[in-house]
């Protein structure tokens, strides 16, 4: 079975510009979560959808993030435009819709704005 | 609110001797406890959790956590490290009723030869 993909695994872009990451949970699993570790501090939350509905939000840093999940199957973050403080690893994770289960995190995605 | 400390930013250890890496935590209600390793260019990895039950939890690899409740910790274990053990662990929990995990800044295990 395959686990959590994201693409890119790196990305080099400059302040201002535009860039879209995007997470394939594992299938089935219905809740799908965006997370980010800013070098050396903690994993923090940015958001989590159930199926195709954005259950919580209140982690995205600002209104320059936007989190999709059309379909409730792959999603995406785009972040527009970017900052230099957006640099980071992103991380997806997606788990079973049901309490107490683990959730399974992809490799993440590494961006450095410059 | 919900947080958890890992104080300990670097652990080394001799390959063979036990290992433990320190976690505390604070949540309102329950807490569901994990803890994740994260192995160079790989993702977050699953080792273990906490949900209820016994205090001591065994995982994946040979690791073990023990709940405390009364100390508030969840430290990782394991009686004799592997060189292949060196990574980044990190401790995660989940307050009861919420959806998302709280982590904390993580700890890079270090197992000499």
């Not at chain 1, 860039?19 to 979560?33: A, M």
């Not at chain 1, 059309?70 to 973050?77: D, E, I, P």
């Amino acid at each position: 079975e395959a686990g959590v993909t994201q693409f890119p695994s790196h990305s080099v872009i400059e302040k201002g510009q535009t860039v879209t990451l995007r997470c394939d949970p594992i299938s089935g699993h219905d809740n799908l979560y965006w997370y980010r570790r800013v070098m050396g501090k903690e994993i923090k939350f940015l958001l989590h959808f159930v199926k195709e509905s954005k259950q919580d939000e209140s982690g995205m840093p600002n209104n320059r993030f936007l989190a999709e999940r059309t379909g409730g199957t792959y999603s995406t973050l785009k972040v527009q435009p970017a900052e230099l403080e957006d640099s980071g690893v992103y991380f997806c994770a997606s788990s079973l819709l049901l309490p107490n289960t683990e959730a399974f995190f992809g490799q993440g995605t590494r961006l450095t704005v410059v | 609110a919900q947080s958890v400390a890992q104080p300990e930013d670097q652990v080394n250890v001799a390959e063979g001797n036990p290992l433990t890496v320190k976690c505390t935590y604070s949540v309102s209600g329950n807490p569901y406890l994990f803890w994740y390793v994260q192995y160079p260019n790989r993702g977050l990895q699953f080792l273990l959790k906490y949900i209820t039950g016994d205090n001591l939890v065994k995982g994946s690899y040979g690791f073990e956590a023990e709940f405390n409740k009364s100390q508030t910790s969840f430290h990782l274990k394991k009686p004799s490290a592997l060189v292949s053990d060196s990574a980044l662990y990190f401790c995660a929990v989940r307050g009861t009723g919420a959806n998302n995990l709280f982590f904390g800044t993580g700890t890079r295990l270090t197992v000499i030869p």
